[in-house]
């Protein structure tokens, strides 16, 4: 990382609940004001293109597929025009991206983080790989190939969707690729206070044991948009509070009072000699690990749900990453290979005489 320092911005903003483009226009116009104030990187809510679907929250399954249809209509296709506007507007700003969008994939929807360079390319698009509870309605599943940190114009980043940050193992993956800029995205505006006050712990912790920053962003609704998505005044209540927008050092410090109320651009400038600081104290994915006792297998291979030979499997390296310095577990490597290609054959045992 040869920057030394690093302005980023979170957005609290509302999304449209009617249309993709408007809530795209909104993204756009959010960038073009970062812009101004010279922001480097940028991150959105979860899944805020279009929008995030509150509805399976509050709703019933019975009642929910017209808002679920709605959602397949409205969802972002990778690539199209959507994500070709957010390229153009990185690239014209010349600010790193990151946009939580529904993605929609043939017959399935996706939770999904796309990461846009500040020369507009796409480096990075990874689905939430565990939906939660309400969401398990709405979206697949992702697959460890999203379980990876990439260079950028500012350093290297990771991201997590929401309570993948509750899932321990994930959050190692990105930390032993040393991620420098760890951006987290959450809904917002759900199940009240507890919820922002269990963030700002989740995300806090993770800078502290990782030891980078954490830029968070969260979505809010107005009181109007709540309204819309039921009538019910006790559901209504579901959908308040839980609003943790902040940026966070890799001492677990807040670098600017959090956002949570209201449409906001949180920003600070990120200090980049502060991760050095922290892990000279504690590199828990260097000299403060144990390796030979405690340490990740991780599957990054894509799946998909048909292959038409064995050799369409992509090999399961052994080698040591040249980015990360990881090398992968030989019992796991072997389980993979035996996956990749059972050359084992059958022996017939006689019964003993």
């Avoid at 903003?13 to 226009?25: E, G, Q, W």
């Avoid at 994500?83 to 994939?105: C, I, P, Q």
Wanted: glycine share 8%; hydrophobic share 40%.
């Amino acid at each position: 990382m040869d920057k030394k320092t690093v302005k980023v911005a979170a957005a609290q903003i509302s999304p449209d609940l009617t249309a993709r483009d408007k809530t795209l226009a909104r993204v756009l116009e959010t960038i073009r004001d970062a812009a101004a104030q010279g922001v480097e990187l940028i991150a959105f809510p979860e899944t805020f293109v279009p929008w995030y679907p509150y509805f399976s929250f509050v709703l019933p399954p019975v009642l929910s597929g017209k808002e679920h249809v709605r959602l397949y209509e409205e969802a972002v296709t990778v690539p199209s025009d959507a994500t070709r506007a957010v390229a153009s507007a990185a690239r014209e700003a010349g600010m790193v991206v990151v946009l939580g969008v529904n993605e929609r994939d043939h017959g399935s929807l996706y939770n999904s983080q796309l990461v846009f360079d500040a020369d507009g390319r796409l480096i990075l698009k990874r689905r939430k790989i565990t939906p939660t509870f309400h969401e398990r309605m709405i979206w697949g599943q992702g697959d460890g190939a999203g379980l990876k940190v990439v260079e950028s114009a500012v350093g290297r980043i990771g991201a997590l969707a929401c309570w993948e940050h509750y899932n321990p193992l994930a959050r190692y993956a990105l930390m032993a690729q040393h991620e420098e800029i760890h951006v987290a995205q959450f809904p917002g505006s759900m199940v009240g206070p507890i919820f922002a006050d269990q963030m700002e712990v989740t995300i806090r912790h993770h800078a502290l044991e990782s030891g980078c920053f954490v830029v968070n962003a969260t979505g809010w609704l107005t009181d109007e948009q709540i309204r819309s998505i039921t009538p019910d005044e006790g559901l209504q209540k579901a959908l308040r509070g839980g609003c943790m927008t902040a940026i966070i050092s890799p001492e677990g410090k807040h670098l600017a009072p959090p956002i949570t109320e209201g449409e906001g651009l949180l920003v600070a400038d990120l200090d980049m000699s502060l991760i050095v600081k922290r892990k000279r104290m504690m590199d828990s994915v260097g000299h403060y690990a144990r390796p030979e006792l405690l340490s990740l297998a991780l599957d990054n291979r894509p799946t998909a749900p048909m292959v038409t030979s064995l050799a369409t499997f992509p090999p399961f390296s052994t080698e040591t990453d040249t980015a990360t310095g990881s090398t992968t577990d030989g019992h796991a490597a072997a389980v993979a290979n035996d996956r990749n290609a059972d050359q084992r054959v059958a022996v017939l045992r006689s019964e003993a005489r």
